[in-house]
């Protein structure tokens, strides 16, 4: 079984919405065109802050803002692989540039988050810590 770690982050904008980014089906055939957050794996011998700097600049170009709060802890089990996600809130600043992993984005108000259909199960679980 490989062993992984990846970085997210719920970014948050001044007027108090969160992003989501809509994750390319092609991209993500396993998953599909779900709903999901910024962030990805860490690269071995980066630091978590830098790695999930980097995931968001290459997602969306966006800068992160001030320091991010731990918020979620999560286990993601597969056949062949087990996935260690930490999961961050933060804020974010800049215009949204994505990358070919995503065909989508939107800024959402919190109680907006609750009644997306098309919404990665990891995040759905992590919604309940920002409640």
Excluded: C
């Amino acid at each position: 079984m490989i062993l992984q770690a990846g970085v997210k982050i719920l970014l948050k904008n001044k007027e108090d919405k969160y992003l989501l980014v809509r994750r390319s089906s092609e991209k993500y055939p396993e998953v599909g065109a779900v709903w999901d957050i910024v962030g990805g794996r860490i690269e071995a011998g980066t630091a978590l802050l830098e790695n999930l700097k980097r995931e968001i600049f290459e997602e969306t170009k966006l800068e992160l803002i001030g320091e991010p709060k731990l918020i979620a802890a999560q286990d993601i089990l597969k056949l062949d692989k087990h996935v260690v996600r930490l999961t961050y809130i933060g804020e974010a600043q800049g215009d949204v540039i994505l990358d070919e992993e995503n065909t989508e984005y939107k800024w959402f108000r919190r109680e907006e988050l609750y009644q997306i259909e098309a919404l990665d199960a990891y995040l759905k679980e992590v919604l309940k810590s920002i409640e």
